[in-house]
């Protein structure tokens, strides 16, 4: 139970990041059209997480299944009645949950929790900690320099600084130290660069 704790103050630290392609508008409609900056290379039942969106009513902040309606639109299942502008969208893929990749203009990010490991510092009781790392895989478009993408990562480390605490279920996650990142480079049509981010997290009966 504690690891759904804790994997469930990262997702919704990730969630609350900056989006990785921009939103100009959104529309007084009984589902609202998203208007992007760029071609937002997204299909029909994909689902992104629109942050930053800002003066709409009501608040677009969240994770929707989209219908794509142009290059540059989609709509998402909210009645808007005052439209908003600005922010972001993020495409993610999460462990073991269905996703589609998008065009190979759009970025996007997968999250890993590649294991729980457990510690137990003192003898005699139930208390344990759990001590490990999860992982962000940024996929940005090829030959498209690296600007994007480290300034991703460097949303990414500053969020996920040392000594940095996110909290679900009682549970309190920190973060031991900078977060690493590594170039994989080409990958699958993506550029490829890897972030880890090590925490622990002590669970008391």
């Known amino acids: 139970m504690s690891e759904i704790y804790v994997r469930r103050a990262i997702e919704s630290a990730i969630n609350a990041m900056a ?20 071609p937002h290379g997204l299909s029909t039942g994909m689902t992104a997480s629109i942050v930053g969106h800002s003066g709409s009513t009501p608040s677009l902040n969240n994770s929707y299944v989209v219908t794509v309606t142009g290059a540059s639109t989609f709509t998402v299942p909210v009645n808007v009645t005052v439209a908003g502008t600005g922010g972001g969208f993020t495409l993610t893929s999460w462990q ?5 990749q998008p065009a190979p203009s759009t970025p996007w990010q997968q999250v890993w929790f590649p294991r729980f490991s457990e510690e ?3 003898m005699g009781d139930d208390f344990h900690r759990i001590h490990d790392y999860f992982q962000i895989d940024l996929m940005y478009p090829l030959l498209k320099g690296t600007s994007a993408i480290d300034a991703r990562i460097g949303i990414i480390k500053a969020l996920f600084k040392r000594s940095a605490s996110f909290t679900n279920g009682g549970i309190v996650i920190r973060i031991e130290g ?28």
């Open 19 to 38: 989006g990785m392609n921009t939103i100009v508008s959104s529309s007084v409609a009984t589902s609202t059209v998203i208007t992007t900056t760029l």
């Open 96 to 100: 073991n949950i269905s996703f589609t």
């Open 120 to 122: 137990n510092p003192t």
């Open 178 to 205: 900078t977060p690493s990142s590594t170039d994989y480079g080409p990958d699958g049509g993506f550029y490829k660069k890897v972030v880890k981010v090590r925490y622990w997290a002590d669970i008391f009966p």
